[in-house]
Structure formats: structure tokens, C-alpha cells
């Protein structure tokens, strides 16, 4: 209380949210701009090749920059590739800008995302996502978050990063049927099983494979 007044409380997380979400697009597009300035054509082209070996994808010559598997490598490329130099475009991109103190929780965060299965139930308010493997805690989105051409599905690849105290979705939302998604999660669970890696790092590179039929 102050004085005879309540606190408000819920308006107050409101603002510091907003300002979180600002905060951490603006360095989004900053990585973006670095990436497109410095990083040199040579690497970019290893790096798709490398994509193209986990998830089958070529790019043609007609390729637009804005289609699924674009959209896709976009958001791998920035996070989840390491370069010759052993490093993330990310982690090289903050390393050599000046950033805020604060940013450097977006920046682990990011490097903690990644794409994964979800199954999403409804409510007449939110899409409540429960993942596969439940790595990720369950969190909620909005339904006009939520993308439309989604709406109706009960599964789909979600990259969901945390900033603040929401998860926000990183990158392109992509449906799946239910017996896409029970035979790639049978695939997954035999999979990671087999690996050394922890479940994120196995998402990162082999994990992209679930892709493949979808490319």
C-alpha cells in the first residue's frame, strides 16, 4: 500500500514487459544488421550448406528469402551455427558491438533456444504449449499471438525464447499433423537416446533433421 492506495502492481509488470520485448527486438535487429554487414559471403554459404546437410533443404535459384525453410535458416544461422572460428554469429556479434548489461540475458537465452514439438491446447483466451520432451517449461501465448495459420493445429515447431516473464516465439510457427507429429517425436525420443549431447544441444544440430520432410 501506499499510503491508503494500492499498488499497482499489474500495471507496473505491464510497462517493465513492454520495455523488456523493445529491448530485446531492437538487439534482435541489431545481430540481423551485423550479421548482413560482416559476416563474409563465404561463411554464409558453409553455413547453408551445413543446414543443408541436417534438414535436406537447397536453395534454387527462385528461392524466396521469406519462405519456410529461409525463415528457418535465418533463425539457425543467427543462434545455433558455429563458425570456422568456433563461435556463434550471436556470441561474435555482442562481442564485438556495445551492448547493455541487461542484453546479455537476451543473448543467453538465445543461445538457449531452440526448435522443439509442442502440443497446444486452447482456451477462449490462450494456446497453452507443453513440450514434448517438457525441457521447456509449459508456457502460454495469446490467441492473437498466436499465428493464423496455426490456429487450428494440435502440434507444431516452436522456437520459444523468454524474455521477461513471457516466452516469446523466435522465429516461424510450423504446424503439424498428429501423425506427423507422433512419428517425429518416436524418431526424437530414439534419437537423443543414442546421443551424448544434452537435449538442447542435440535439438540445435541433429535435432533440425525434423525438418527434413517438411523442406
Known amino acids: 500500500m501506499a499510503g491508503d492506495q494500492p499498488i499497482p502492481f499489474l500495471s507496473w509488470r ?15 535487429g541489431q545481430i540481423e544488421v551485423y550479421a ?40 539457425w544461422f543467427l543462434f545455433d551455427y558455429v563458425s570456422v ?19 546479455w540475458e537476451y543473448v543467453s537465452t538465445l543461445i538457449a533456444s531452440y526448435f522443439s514439438i509442442f502440443r497446444i491446447k486452447r482456451d477462449q483466451k490462450y494456446c ?22 496455426a490456429r487450428d493445429v ?10 521477461g516473464v513471457k516466452f516469446l516465439l523466435l522465429g516461424p510457427v510450423v504446424p503439424l499433423s498428429i501423425r506427423q507429429a507422433e512419428e517425429k517425436i518416436a524418431w526424437l525420443r530414439s534419437r537423443l537416446a543414442q546421443s551424448a549431447f544434452s537435449c538442447r544441444i542435440f535439438m540445435q544440430r541433429e535435432g533440425m533433421a525434423l525438418f527434413r520432410d517438411l523442406f
Open 85 to 103: 572460428q568456433r563461435e556463434r554469429v550471436v556470441e561474435r556479434a555482442v562481442r564485438e558491438s556495445e551492448i547493455e548489461e541487461e542484453e
Open 14 to 28: 505491464d510497462e517493465w514487459q513492454k520495455k523488456k520485448e523493445e529491448s530485446f527486438f531492437k538487439l534482435l
Open 154 to 163: 494440435d502440434y507444431a515447431f516452436v522456437r520459444p525464447v523468454k524474455v
Open 128 to 149: 497453452h504449449l507443453t513440450e514434448w520432451r517438457e525441457e521447456i517449461p509449459r508456457f502460454s501465448v495469446s490467441r492473437e499471438d498466436w499465428p493464423h495459420q
Open 36 to 75: 548482413e554487414k560482416t559476416i563474409s559471403f563465404r561463411e554464409k554459404m558453409r553455413a547453408l550448406y551445413v543446414f543443408g546437410t541436417l534438414t535436406g533443404y537447397r536453395r534454387g535459384k527462385e528461392t524466396s528469402l521469406v519462405s519456410l525453410p529461409e525463415r528457418v535458416f535465418q533463425s
